[in-house]
């Protein structure tokens, strides 16, 4: 038999880090502080509580002892934020409560506080309390004195004098194998010290949970309520993932008795947490703890114990079949020592994890919308480009070609295939100028709404061989969202006109008069008759829903042709008219100094 290899320096310390788990772990200097600061706090609480009931009783019938029985009641429940406050070196959180009552009177305050049942469980915290603190005190302080007189051992052993031990007229000297007894029974102590600080942690935390958390049903259904319905607004405006994801960890944490909460990425990347732990809480999820039961799911919720001794459960975050990735990653929530979820929490915490799922699908949806969009317009751009760009440059290319073999022969042919390829130029950079306005959603606010009806104007003429006479005498004042909206009014009215009205001649105006501003669009095409088309088309709709969302109004009229002519059998001109008002942006006040001339 071969004798096992021996421990690593790195296996070693390991070891002695396990062992002395609960005695370094810093909830344990956190607990006895607090056991510490309890015997003093409750002997004053009790104090103070013993002075008001007994020297209320006693001077009832004076008018001071209906005022101690009153201070005593209100005591009651403010002492008891004091012990919240306490109970923070534990790691316990209390949600606020909301606001206070409005004030009607003493007696409806006393039934109030009476028929509280908050006040009675925190009057049973004041009085447990004292005598709970002082067994605390009475354990560690027997325990801390074993240890420290069995460490300090070796002091007795090389110093005698300073430890005199007399037994039957004779000094006790100890000797070297009592001395090693000594160390090993103080080293014990020490670790029973720590379990024995932990174990008082979580029986501190449990009682201030149960007797000081006031109705945690009520308010734990108020704070999800409300969580979830900010979440499904964050998730439903689905403007920026990464915030949203940062939102839904903080609503999980403020909801829940959570210390931490974090949305991991399938590859364990953090996508957005909330709250702090310490780093021995997060760490790869050991095994159940002695006194503990082992871990058991709650419907998809994993919950565990970490080496640190917290609760840590971890959601799956999933998303629809539709989705292309369907593991959203997890949602981990880590809490206090002693702390664990109720299955109203976790069922809590899986709809925050369903709705992380839910921002991950709509972000996809939105990046395949946005490539979907863009291969789109680059088809339409790629169309639009052939149907006029491409055939100006093989208008032109023949024009030049024609230009040049009749240059010597008949100079009036060639001068005319020059004007001829001069036009299909100009047309083209109207045509182009058009394009590139398209493709920046800023160029309207840059330019202006007149350079842009003219250049669009200009494209109409090359394009289709309209002639279009444009009254835009100067640019109007209307907001960003109106110019849009005036913009992409007189672009349909002008598609429509080449689609429908066979027109040759076209009227583009823009004045503004007063608070309004007025784009009109006329042709002398064949109309249509208003009575047979109802509501109008779907180009019509789309023109008047744009002018309503910027606060105007839309009228369209039009006179149909007879089948001679242009004319109606009133001879009247046929065409439509498609008149825009919207109102004019309000205009800036000026500065009291620049109307009185005064100097800055």
């Keep these: 038999m071969t004798a096992p290899p021996p421990l690593s320096p790195a296996a070693r310390r390991s070891v002695w880090r396990r062992l002395l788990a609960d005695v370094l772990d810093p909830y344990a200097f956190r607990v006895a502080l607090y056991v510490v600061l309890a015997l003093p706090a409750g002997g004053l609480v009790v104090g103070l509580l013993t002075v008001g009931v007994v020297g209320g009783v006693l001077t009832l019938a004076l008018v001071i002892g209906a005022a101690l029985l009153l201070g005593a009641l209100w005591l009651v429940g403010g002492l008891a934020d004091v012990q919240r406050v306490l109970a923070g070196l534990l790691g316990v959180s209390f949600v606020r409560a909301g606001p206070p009552p409005a004030y009607t009177g003493v007696w409806p305050w006393v039934r109030a506080t009476l028929s509280d049942p908050a006040t009675y469980r925190a009057l049973l915290f004041h009085v447990v309390q004292f005598p709970l603190a002082a067994l605390c005190w009475l354990v ?53 010290l720590g379990g024995v600080l932990n174990l008082m942690g979580r029986m501190w935390t449990r009682l201030t949970l149960a007797l000081l958390g006031g109705d945690m049903g009520y308010e734990a259904a108020r704070r999800e309520v409300m969580a979830l319905r900010r979440a499904a607004g964050r998730v439903a405006l689905g403007d920026d993932l990464d915030a949203t994801l940062a939102d839904l960890a903080v609503q999980a944490r403020l909801a829940s ?31 159940a703890q002695p006194d503990q039961p082992a871990p058991t799911p709650h419907g998809e919720a994993d919950v565990r114990y970490t080496a640190g001794g917290a609760t840590s459960v971890v959601f799956p975050v999933t998303l629809p079949p539709s989705a292309e990735v369907l593991d959203g990653g997890t949602l981990r929530a880590v809490y206090a020592p002693g702390t664990r979820p109720g299955p109203d929490e976790l069922a809590f915490l899986l709809s925050i994890a369903d709705h992380a799922g839910t921002a991950l699908h709509a972000a996809q949806l939105i990046e395949r919308a946005g490539t979907r969009a863009g291969e789109q317009e680059r088809a339409r751009l790629a169309r639009e480009l052939h149907d006029s760009v491409a055939q100006a440059l093989y208008g032109i290319t023949l024009g030049a070609k024609t230009a040049r ?24 950079v109207s045509e182009m100028k058009a394009l590139l306005f398209s493709l920046r959603p800023d160029a309207l606010e840059e330019g202006g709404l007149v350079a842009a009806l003219t250049g669009h104007a200009q494209a109409m003429e090359a394009r289709h061989g309209l002639t279009v006479f444009t009254d835009l005498p100067a640019e109007p ?65 789309s023109m008047r829903e744009r002018a309503a969302g910027a606060g ?10 007879t089948a001679s002519g242009t004319t109606t059998d009133s001879g009247t001109e046929s065409g439509t008219t498609v008149t825009l ?12 100094a620049v109307l009185t001339g005064a100097q800055p």
């Design 257 to 287: 008795t959570a210390q931490a909460v974090a949305l991991l990425a399938p590859d364990g990347a953090s996508r957005a947490s909330s709250g702090t732990a310490p780093t021995e809480w997060f760490q790869e999820f050991g095994s």
């Design 405 to 428: 073999a009749t240059l010597d022969r008949d100079t009036e042919k060639a001068r005319a295939s020059l004007d001829y390829t001069i036009r299909l130029a100009e047309g083209g």
């Design 581 to 592: 008002r919207l109102p004019a942006a309000p205009s800036e006040p000026v500065p009291a």
């Design 477 to 541: 004042h209307l907001t960003p969202d109106a110019q849009a909206a005036a913009y992409r009014v007189a672009q349909e009215a002008l598609h429509n006109v080449v689609k429908h009205a066979r027109a040759h001649q076209v009227w583009l105006s823009v004045a503004q008069v007063g608070g309004w501003v007025t784009l009109t669009v006329r042709d002398d095409g064949r109309g249509f008759d208003p009575q047979v088309q109802g509501r109008g088309t779907l180009g019509q709709r």
């Design 552 to 561: 105007g109004t839309l009228e369209v009229r039009s006179v149909q042709a």
């Design 140 to 192: 560690l302080g027997t325990l801390l004195a074993l240890t420290l007189g069995a460490l300090a051992s070796p002091l007795w052993w090389l110093y005698p004098p300073l430890f005199p031990l007399v037994w039957r007229d004779s000094t006790v000297t100890p000797g070297l194998p009592v001395v090693a007894g000594l160390l090993l029974l103080g080293f014990g102590s020490l670790l029973v």
